[in-house]
């Protein structure tokens, strides 16, 4: 590589106190550095290639927020699809990260206390239908289902209808929300729901909520797949 001015400059400076040598190998090293973040920022620009997916509501494809008008309730459904089937600023959507998984994988736990993938897209599902039905004026409880609902089997077939519940769970919470006025998600939840300071909890809160409970989840995916991805041990059941 042909040294500019500066780098003679520093090389010089470098070589007068700690010998010819090591100032090499530093200014090299300061090269590398400068090499890997110039690729890493060239990566960033690049776009992650989207897999192909079907939409959670089979009569449109998934909405970006930035399109969908000036209602609230619009711009929040499409943030629904985005984080189930489409691409959130925080990375890989819900039915991106399940696309490899099958149900081998989905049962695995590193470790008895750890809730499995299965159990994970359960509780997820369970507390899509509890916001769907609290939109609908429901008052605030415990999902029907249960907080961690039981896994009914373990098979393939057990786990491709625990997946399609997910996605038709968020579908109807998506649809749910269109045919609201923005006024509703100002009301608080029936039942005169308050959070742990008094404060009257909203449906807009509810739904908000709900999308970072599935972006929490997510989380606990990714690594549950990287997990067994690495070998890690334990129970699969």
Known sequence: MKLTLRSTLVLEVLTRVHGAVVATWLLDQVR??????????????????????????????????????????????????????GDPWYGTAVLRLLDEVDAEAAAFRPDPSVHSIAELVLHMTAWTRETTRRLRGGEHGVPAEGDWPPVAGSDSRAWSAALAD????????????????????????????????????????????????????????????????????????
């Open 166 to 237: 997910l996605r038709r769970a968020h579908g109807e919470l998506a649809r749910t929300l269109v045919e609201l006025d923005d006024g509703v998600l100002a009301q608080q939840v029936a039942g005169a729901q308050v959070d742990a300071r008094g404060q009257p909890v909203t449906l807009h809160r509810t739904v908000v909520g709900l999308l970072q409970h599935d972006a929490y989840h997510a989380g606990q995916i990714a690594l549950l797949k990287k997990l067994r991805a690495r070998g890690a041990t334990g129970s699969a059941s």
């Open 32 to 85: 590398l550095a400068r090499r890997i973040d110039d690729a890493t920022k060239d990566l960033s620009r690049r776009r992650r290639p989207r897999l192909a997916r079907p939409s959670i509501d089979s009569r449109a494809m998934v909405r970006d927020p930035r399109s969908t008008g000036s209602r609230e309730v619009d711009r929040i459904a499409a943030e629904v699809e985005q984080t189930i089937a």
